[in-house]
T-cell receptor
Framework: DSGVTQTPKHLITATGQRVTLRCSPR?????VYWYQQSLDQGLQFLIQ???????AKGNILERFSAQQFPDLHSELNLSSLELGDSALYFC????????????FGSGTRLTVV | DQQVKQNSPSLSVQEGRISILNCDYT??????FLWYKKYPAEGPTFLIS?????DKNEDGRFTVFLNKSAKHLSLHIVPSQPGDSAVYFC??????????????FGSGTQLTVLP
């Protein structure tokens, strides 16, 4: 157990639907990062939050949004889902913004049918 | 634009031999490089890192070499063990918007160590 908790582990939904992925960072970590891993692709950075504030955006679609709550847990909202959104979504946390030793959760596997 | 490339999707080596995983990058702004290991059904775990001002970092059986002029780094595992079988991701770190350093990952190399 890495200390980063992601729920649910698996999610199957239909095109056009909306889902919410949840992440609880490791205790004491203030930064949360979301990554997407599609088939045969590397980990694509989506967005980062630090202590409740958005700090950086990567290749995140406009249909996707995220937030970090006062208790530091984060949610990634995916709407108007398309088949191509099927992927593994990882959350990672770190103590500081510049700390490279991210701790990853075990991911949420999203399947859009 | 793939800033970090791992051109070998898979690698098989015999137990006890050396495993060499390669990574190329294009972004000159990377000031740190990291390797992560990922087992099935788990998230990636940090393995070893190297600052861009160094050319070698060693941690037990794992050594990372950096050749800045060639924009190339490699991970050496000696001796390789069956438990090392996993997907290995190379990543580069650089400051991006908001003064936050971000990791850019390669597509990974599946290492299989044969007993």
């Amino acid at each position: 157990d890495s200390g980063v908790t992601q729920t649910p582990k698996h999610l199957i939904t239909a095109t056009g639907q909306r889902v919410t992925l949840r992440c609880s960072p490791r205790s004491g970590d203030l930064s949360v990062y979301w990554y997407q891993q599609s088939l045969d692709q590397g980990l694509q950075f989506l967005i980062q939050y630090y202590n409740g504030e958005e700090r950086a955006k990567g290749n995140i679609l406009e249909r996707f949004s995220a937030q970090q709550f006062p208790d530091l847990h984060s949610e990634l909202n995916l709407s108007s889902l398309e088949l191509g959104d099927s992927a593994l979504y990882f959350c990672a946390s770190s103590v500081l913004q510049g700390n490279y030793g991210y701790t990853f959760g075990s991911g949420t596997r999203l399947t859009v049918v | 634009d793939q800033q970090v490339k791992q051109n070998s999707p898979s690698l098989s080596v015999q137990e006890g031999r050396i495993s060499i995983l390669n990574c190329d990058y294009t972004n000159s702004m990377f000031d740190y490089f990291l390797w992560y290991k990922k087992y099935p059904a788990e998230g990636p775990t940090f393995l070893i890192s190297i600052s861009s001002i160094k050319d070698k970092n060693e941690d037990g059986r794992f050594t990372v070499f950096l050749n800045k002029s060639a924009k190339h780094l490699s991970l050496h595992i000696v001796p390789s063990q069956p438990g090392d079988s996993a997907v290995y991701f190379c990543a580069g770190a650089a400051f991006s918007s908001g003064s936050a350093r971000q990791l850019t990952f390669g597509s990974g190399t599946q290492l299989t160590v044969l007993p």
